[in-house]
Each structure stands twice: as structure tokens, then as C-alpha cells.
């Protein structure tokens, strides 16, 4: 059987397409090398902020209030079903038993002023045997929203701004 040749040049196209497209969501500052995809899960849920002093001001200064992150609360899904959370730490947790800790290596400004920004996590703490076991490294990216606006008047008032992730969990290659 012969395959049409216009047939050929339109699956070549699409996947070139998809190729480009998953480069252009791992923004270049987050690009891990030598790692394979164990899952990715998308998180839909809120960054929690905190009215602070800021401190990266000098301690004889009257330091202005911002917004601070307190922490992330978030559903994890997979194929539009519940299957863990995204918590403080940063922690992600499966309904597995499996966990992990992260630590940001790298950063990457999100699409939009709006938009948290796209992140690459070293794992440093790992629990459980399921599917999270193995990741060594975590990517934030597709980031929408997430950035806590207004003012901030009274320390100690907090902020929720929702915002949506997907979360890319990989392991060493080999």
C-alpha cells in the first residue's frame, strides 16, 4: 500500500508542530537536558500571600508593606480527575503515598505580568513508592495568573490569587 505523499507532509507538519509547541512552553531559562518525563499534572488552585515589611530594604529604613508568598495551595489533576495536592514547601503529594520537596534552581518570567513565573525545581526530599518516587526535578510552566495586585496596607492581611500550572516531573535519563 502506498502512502499518499500530501498525507506525509501533513503528519510530518503536525509533528514539528507539537515539537515547537513543547519547546515553546519550557521557556529556555527552565530547559532540563538528559531527564525523561515520568508525568505531568495540572494544578489548578491559589497562591496565598502575606502583607509583610519588605525586607529587602535596610532595617534603619521604614520599610514599605508588599505581598509576599506564603504558599501555594493546589489541586493536582490528571486527565481531569483529583490526584493529589500542591502545597508549602513546595510539596506536591499523591493520592499514591508518593512525595516530593523542591528547591528553585531557575526562573523564567511567566507569559504575562499576571502570570507567576515558570520555574525548575531540584528535588530535595523525596517519600513514598509510587509515582513520584523517582522525579529529580520538577517544571512549572503554562503558568496563567497567580500574582497578588493591590495594595498592601496592614501586616499580617493576606491575599489569594488564583492561578493554574502544568507541573512536569522528571528523572535522570538511563
Given at each position: ?56 530594604k535596610?532595617q ?72 513520584l518516587?523517582?522525579?529529580t ?26 492561578y ?11
Amino acid at each position: 500500500m502506498k502512502i499518499p505523499t500530501a498525507f506525509l507532509r501533513a503528519v510530518s507538519f503536525a509533528a514539528l508542530w507539537l515539537v515547537s509547541r513543547a519547546a515553546a512552553q519550557e521557556p529556555l531559562a527552565i530547559a532540563v537536558r538528559d531527564r525523561t518525563v515520568i508525568t505531568t499534572l495540572h494544578a489548578e488552585g491559589a497562591q496565598v500571600y502575606e502583607c509583610k515589611p519588605d525586607t529587602g530594604k535596610s532595617q534603619s529604613l521604614v520599610r514599605a508593606l508588599t505581598w509576599q508568598l506564603r504558599e501555594p495551595i493546589a489541586t493536582l489533576m490528571l486527565d481531569g480527575k483529583s490526584i493529589g495536592r500542591h502545597y508549602g514547601g513546595p510539596s506536591w503529594e499523591l493520592t499514591d503515598g508518593s512525595a516530593v520537596k523542591g528547591k528553585v534552581v531557575a526562573s523564567a518570567p511567566g507569559a504575562t505580568s499576571n502570570d507567576i513565573p515558570s520555574l525548575e525545581l531540584e528535588v530535595v526530599d523525596q517519600r513514598g513508592n509510587g509515582v513520584l518516587s523517582a522525579a529529580t526535578v520538577v517544571q512549572r510552566i503554562n503558568t496563567e495568573g497567580g500574582v497578588a495586585r493591590g495594595s498592601c496596607e496592614r501586616a499580617g492581611d493576606y491575599r489569594s490569587a488564583p492561578y493554574s500550572a502544568d507541573y512536569v516531573f522528571l528523572r535522570k535519563s538511563g
